[in-house]
Nanobody, 116 residues
């Protein structure tokens, strides 16, 4: 079965960095685009970044452009989100996500808290 497992969240001070990772299993990872979403307290999930199957195309939410970088390693079946210059408004639960044959699959999420 499809599994997505995030890691790397935590508490960081404003201006700091974190790197999130998502380990995938149960499907042909290299055949599907991958995305990172986040859910801020009291709000709906929003798209943060996405990456194409071989990583040649990436897209970002305007709020994270220039600060976050999405990448993938198809050999290791993983996707990462490097987050720099973090702001308190980046505080959220971050989710890894893919879509296979019309079905959406999510990880369990990892909490990122940006606070001094």
């Amino acid at each position: 079965q499809v599994q997505l497992v995030e890691s790397g969240g935590g508490l960081v001070q404003p201006g700091g960095s974190l790197r999130l990772s998502c380990a995938a299993s149960g499907f042909t990872f290299s055949s599907y685009p991958m995305s990172w979403f986040r859910q801020l307290p009291g709000k709906e999930r929003e798209l943060v970044a996405s990456i194409s199957t071989v990583g040649g195309t990436t897209t970002y939410a305007d709020s994270v452009k220039g600060r976050f970088t999405i990448s993938r390693d198809n050999a290791k079946k993983s996707v990462r989100l490097q987050m720099n210059s973090l702001k308190p408004e980046d505080t959220a639960v971050y989710y890894c996500k893919t879509r296979i044959l019309g079905n959406h699959y999510w990880g369990q999420g990892t909490q990122v808290t940006v606070s001094s």
